[in-house]
């Protein structure tokens, strides 16, 4: 049975969709328009041959490669597991920004879309609470608990080989954005197209909101991520200076 090449499986608000944008409309590869959320939802068990998954897709000869974005994937309980267990040779892109940032990034998306009500200080300060009571809080409000790559990539180094896992820096994106994508086809193994070094920015929303915070709720937030980030660090070669500067 076919089974889809790639994975763009996290992280959030990192750029993912800016990279499986273009990879779109990449002559030999085929990418759904939308988040697909299979192996984050009780979906995938109940269907064991993969046959309305596949449907996404379309024909699974039709083009060389077939892949899929969900950045939850990373993040979201057993999803890398059961990738795994779908396809033990996918390959998996992970993309990754300054942990404050994105966490203000994911406030803000949630605060436009009015699923958050509290202020991103509060919000920081009760994440713990809040994301125990319901697997939608999980999702909506675990803006600092998406911040533990380190723990996240061990997760996924259990699952798949290393030269499975592609690990990509969401500056880098932004500022050579031609050679992430190079890096992205060769990782693929799909011919080489040519990108601009700093295309349009594709954004979920124009509206955008300034997150107004604490200088305590950031330190707050450097201390229960800087034992991960060390590690991160240490094995992806990632910096992000405003996480490091307070």
């Known amino acids: 049975m076919s089974k889809i090449n790639f994975i763009i499986g996290g992280v959030q608000k990192a750029g993912t969709e800016l990279i499986s944008h273009h990879l779109r409309h990449h002559s030999e590869i085929m990418m759904p328009e939308k988040e697909l959320h299979y192996f984050d939802t009780e979906i995938s068990n109940n269907d064991l041959n993969f046959e309305n998954y596949h449907k996404n897709f379309g024909n699974l000869k039709s083009k060389k ?117 190079y890096s992205i086809q060769s990782f693929l193994g799909c011919k080489k197209e040519n990108y601009p070094q700093r295309p349009e920015r594709v954004t979920w929303l124009e509206k955008k909101k300034n997150v107004s915070f604490k200088l305590d709720t950031k330190k707050i937030f450097v201390e229960k991520l800087i034992d991960d980030y060390q590690n991160f660090k240490k094995i992806t070669g990632f910096k992000f200076y405003n996480f490091e500067n307070l």
Request: with cysteine; net charge positive.
């Open 65 to 181: 490669l077939f892949g899929e974005k969900t950045p939850i994937y990373i993040f979201y309980k057993d999803c890398m597991k059961k990738i795994a267990e779908y396809n033990s040779n996918i390959k998996i892109i992970l993309i990754f920004r300054d942990p404050f940032e994105r966490a203000l990034s994911a406030y803000n998306m949630e605060y436009i879309r009015g699923n958050e009500k509290k202020s991103f200080d509060q919000a920081i300060k009760e994440e713990n609470q809040r994301i125990k009571l319901s697997d939608e809080n999980l999702r909506n409000f675990s803006y600092l608990s998406r911040g533990y790559y380190f723990k996240q990539i061990q997760n996924c180094y259990s699952l798949f080989k290393k030269n499975q896992i592609l690990f990509l820096n969401f500056d880098d994106l932004t500022n050579n954005f031609n050679e992430v994508m």
